[in-house]
């Protein structure tokens, strides 16, 4: 059977599937329907030697990006000369800065082994640029990477290694039934473009807001556009710094507090979009079939973006107001003019956004969470544990689950209604289960 991947997601002819023996019925973020007990054999079979290649595939790509990471920063931190000192100084083991900064950018940690997080590289245009794209290839851009990776590595599988070929040729067609961060093509194009706007708007709002302000003006152009490249990066994930932001543009800080909050709906929603269980758990029954018509989608998306917003602003004013009531006294004290109501709404956007940025306060090398009363610091840590789960879904992701007949692979007809036979088989199971 000739080998050949479906180029869109939706289509009105028949999707072919090389790697199964029969032509399933497919609906929406790969549903199966109307499947016998040996059909879904063939299928469990497949799906478990595709999860055994992605086992393989992303085992590869964790250890390799770090590795990368090591051999590129290490020699460069030894070889030179001014920064090689900088590190020196600060009583640190080269050897160890270069692993522990491919270690906390690839990862999105924020911390780093310089008290003044990466200000005192704002000039090594080399490791701005490569800390950068080990930022993005660790947290935004891991899903384009990852469906990237699988597709060189189908099209360049030998038709000899026909098992390994199918297993490639499954994960790239039904992506999301095998990993929670592996889309479809057009999700994943999608959140492409998210991605490289926001990231643009960042650099573009960068360079022209802070044209004036002294410690920018104080860069080359060329540094200029790399330092705003770097922070626009991590501004939604690291949460490293490469300028004070203390001393930016009130306009930009306003927009990287915008980016912060945003940080997690691009891949929160591309994941939940692509779920179909989660569709019914929001009460979306539009028309599933693989010929719905492209305008659907904008209303998957838009009833995900309105319960994410549902689920998220509560938390973040009712933390900001907590902490104004507890700081009341600092806030209103015209003298302490580094604090004040937006800078604590930065912490706190930046606590549930889990991004680690602060706008700082003067003569401290620690965030402005720093000089919280205990109070406030465990309302900021409240943040961080609440905004660290607001990714996770709404309902049993299809990524977690075997197509048996105890799964909800059937429950759902391509039109959205409940199938009552698929409910009354499930229940006949469990019963002969008991």
């Not at 492409?192 to 410690?215: K, R, S």
Request: net charge neutral; hydrophobic share 45%.
């Amino acid at each position: 059977m000739a080998r050949s991947r479906r180029g869109r997601s939706r289509s009105a002819s028949p999707i072919k599937t090389p790697y199964l023996s029969y032509t399933p019925s497919i609906g929406r973020n790969s549903q199966f329907y109307d499947l016998n007990d040996d059909q879904r054999n063939e299928l469990g079979g497949i799906e478990y030697r595709s999860l055994k290649t992605l086992s393989w595939i992303l085992i590869g790509y964790y250890v390799i990006i770090h590795f990368l990471g090591i051999i590129v920063l290490v020699p460069w931190i030894l070889r030179s000369q001014e920064y090689g000192d900088l590190v020196k100084d600060l009583a640190l083991n080269k050897v160890w800065w270069g692993i522990y900064t491919a270690m906390t950018c690839f990862n999105d940690v924020g911390f780093t082994l310089t008290p003044d997080s990466f200000i005192s590289f704002q000039k090594a245009a080399f490791i701005l640029v490569f800390c950068g794209l080990l930022i993005v290839v660790g947290n935004t851009g891991f899903p384009l990477f990852l469906r990237f990776i699988i597709w060189i590595l189908f099209v360049l599988c030998p038709e000899k290694y026909v098992d390994t070929k199918d297993e490639l040729n499954f994960l790239l067609d039904h992506p999301r039934r095998c990993f929670t961060l592996l889309f479809p093509s057009r999700p994943t194009w999608w959140l492409f473009g998210i991605l490289v706007g926001l990231n643009l708007a960042d650099v573009i709002l960068f360079l022209v807001l802070d044209y004036q302000t002294p410690v920018v003006k104080s860069l080359p152009v060329g540094l200029r556009i790399v330092n705003a490249f770097f922070q626009a990066v991590s501004t939604r994930t690291s949460g490293t710094a490469s300028i004070p932001l203390g001393e930016l543009h009130p306009g930009i800080q306003c927009s990287y507090l915008v980016m912060m909050y945003i940080s997690v709906l691009p891949l929160a929603i591309s994941i939940r979009r692509t779920n179909v269980y989660e569709e019914h758990s929001l009460g979306i029954y539009v028309d599933n079939t693989p010929e719905a018509s492209d305008g659907d989608e904008g209303k998957y998306i838009m009833a995900h973006v309105r319960r994410q917003l549902e689920f998220d602003l509560w938390y973040v004013f009712l933390g900001l107001f907590l902490i104004c009531v507890a700081e009341g006294g600092r806030i209103a004290d015209a003298n302490d003019y580094a604090f004040t109501a937006f800078s604590v709404f930065f912490e706190v956007v930046s606590a549930y956004g889990t991004v680690g940025l602060s706008l700082g306060y003067p003569g401290l090398n620690c965030s402005l969470s720093g000089t919280f009363t205990p109070f406030s610091k465990l309302v900021i840590i409240a943040m961080e544990i609440r905004g660290r789960h607001r990714g996770l879904p709404y309902d049993v992701d299809r990524a977690v689950l075997l197509p048996s007949v105890n799964t909800p692979d059937s429950t759902f007809a391509p039109d959205g209604t409940r199938l009552q036979q698929a409910t009354s088989s499930r229940q006949n199971v469990h019963i002969a289960e008991d």
